[in-house]
C-alpha cells in the first residue's frame, strides 16, 4: 500500500488532514488483522499525534488551569475516554485557522440541535471501542482461532460502515463526510466480498429437518426435509463443483487444509477494504472530542447550569459573561455560584479587588477556562459568552515555595514577571493572581505599577487580583493609565461575599472575618493558649 492514497474522515478541521502517518499506522493494522497483539494502538497513535497550527503555548497554563482534570473529570461520561490524552492536547492548543474553530462549533451546534445525530454519533462511538477491542486483541472472547478474529474485525467494520451509510444522511456539518465516506465503502469491489463473506460466515445455507423423539429422550427419527444453499453467494459453490475442484487440486499434486483456504480467502478480502481501516483510528479521537463536549454540557445542565457557544467580536466591542461558572467547581462535586463579567471592550487590564475566599481566583480560572474552551470550538461555562480572539494566554495563579528556589518572595516574584513578558504575544490574554503580594506596600506597588503601564503596550486582555486596595482606589481616581478597569467581590447584607462581581474598588479585605472563620481572633487564640496552660499545669 505504500505511496498509495487512504480516505480520510477529519470531523475536526476545516480542511481534512492527516494527524498521524496513515502508512505506518496501516503497517500496524496489517499485523494486528494477521493475529499480532497491538494493545494501546489507538490510544498510543493519536497521544502521538500532530496538531493543527496553534499561535498558544500550552506551558503558560496548563499547570494553573488544571486542564488535564477538567478534562478527565468534565468530559467523561459512564466511563473513562480511550483518547483522554489527545483531547487534553487538542484542548490545550487551540487552532489559529477560525475556520476550523468554527467547523467545531457547527458540529456541536447540530449535535445541540439534533438528538438523533447525538445518539448515532453515540452509537457510532460504542462500534468504534468493539473494532478497537478486536484490533487490539482486547476483547472478552480468547483467541484461539486467529480466522475468528478476523471474521469479527471486518463484521465490526462493515457494522461501522453501515451506520455511517444510514446514521448521518441528514447531517450538514461536518459530520456529513461520515456518510460520504460510507459511500465510498460500499461503492467499493472489496466491501461487496466482504459482505458476501461474511453472508458466507452466518448462513452457508438453510436446512429444515424432522426429529421424533422417543419417551427416554432418545433420538427415533432424523428426517431431512429440505436443504437450500446460499447459491447467489460468490463464496458458495455446489457440492459437486466443490468436489470436482478437490479432486482437480489432488491429481495435480496440491494439498490445501481448510485452514489456509479460509486465510487465503479473509487475507483477499481484508487486501480489498484494507486502505479504508486507517482512519477509523483518528476518527475514534474526533468522536470523543464531540461526546465529551455534549457530556460537559449535559453535567452541567444535571447540576442547573448553562454552557453556550459563544459569539466573537473584535477586542473593541464589549465582553460579556453571562452566568459565568467555574468548571473545577463542578468537578470537584461542589456546585458553583454563576456570576456576571460585562466590561465595555476586550483590550483592558482589569484590577479585581475584594475579600480572601471571595471567589477571586476561581473568577480568574473561570474566565481563563472559558477563553480556552471558546477558541477550542467548544461550550463555554456560562449561559451567554461574547468574546473576542486572543493570540495567546498566560495564567500565573498559583505560587509555590521550595526549599532550593534561588531568591526571596520579592526575587521570586520579580522573576516571575519577567517570565510574563517573555511568554506574552501582542493581543494575548494575561492572567495573574494577587501581582506583588509577596512585597511590602511601597515597593509592591511601584512594581505594580509599572507592570500595569508595560502591559498596556502589549494591547491584552487581563485580569489581575490585588490586595493593595488604597493603591487600586488611587489608580481609579486618577485614572492615569489607559485602558483600566476595576470590579470588586460584591458584599451581602452581613458583609459576606456573594461570589458576585460589580464595578469598582473594594473599601477593605474584610481580613477579621476571615481571621473569625479560620480561628485566628484574640479570643481564640487565647482560649487555644489557655487551654495548653491547664494541660501543663496539670502534669
Known sequence: MAGKSYPLVDLLEAVPKWRVDPEALDTQLVFSFAGSTTGGLFADTLAAATLPPSSWESEGFVHDLFVERLVRDCF???????????????????????????????????????????????????QLLALKGEMEGTGQRERWDVHRKQLDILAAFAAIVRLMESGFGGAQSALSQLTAFASRVTESEGFASLVSL????????????RVQMGADGRVRQLELLRLDEEVENPFVNPAWRRWAAKLELLVRGYRFSHAEVMARLLDAVFEGVRAFFPCLVPLLGDVEFYLGATQFRARAEAAGLSMCLPSFVSSAEPRRLIGLFNPLLLSAGT??????????????????????????????????????????????????????????????????????????????????????????????????????????????????????TMLAELKPQAYITTHFLEFAARLERERRIPGLRFVQVELGQHHEPTYQFVSGVAKTSLAHHAAARLGVTGDQLMALIEQKLRLGRGH
Do not use: W
Not at 492548543?93 to 438523533?116: F, G, N, W
Not at 461474511?198 to 429437518?209: C, E, G, N, P
Not at 479585581?352 to 461550550?379: D, E, M, W, Y
Open 76 to 126: 467523561c461520561g459512564a466511563g473513562p475516554l480511550v483518547t483522554l490524552k489527545y483531547i487534553t492536547r487538542l484542548i490545550a492548543r487551540p487552532p489559529a485557522d477560525l475556520a476550523t474553530i468554527e467547523t467545531r462549533r457547527r458540529v456541536l451546534a447540530e449535535l445541540s440541535s439534533s438528538p438523533h445525530l447525538l445518539q448515532e454519533l453515540k452509537r457510532l462511538h460504542t
Open 198 to 209: 461474511l453472508s458466507y460466515d452466518s448462513k452457508q445455507a438453510t436446512v429444515d429437518f
Open 335 to 452: 456546585r458553583p455560584v454563576p456570576c456576571d463579567l460585562v466590561t465595555d471592550r476586550h483590550d483592558t487590564t482589569l484590577l479585581i479587588t475584594g475579600p480572601n475566599s471571595g471567589g477571586k481566583t476561581r473568577l480568574l480560572q473561570a474566565v481563563g477556562l472559558a477563553q480556552l474552551l471558546a477558541q477550542s470550538g467548544l461550550f463555554v461555562p456560562a449561559r451567554e459568552a461574547q468574546l473576542s480572539l486572543a493570540q495567546g494566554l498566560v495564567v500565573s495563579l498559583i505560587q509555590e515555595t521550595y526549599a532550593d528556589q534561588p531568591e526571596g518572595r520579592l526575587g521570586m516574584e520579580l522573576m516571575r514577571i519577567r517570565a510574563l513578558f517573555e511568554k506574552l504575544p501582542v493581543g494575548a490574554i494575561v492572567i495573574l493572581d494577587e501581582l506583588c503580594s509577596g512585597t511590602n506596600p511601597s515597593e509592591g506597588e511601584e512594581i505594580f505599577e509599572l507592570v500595569v
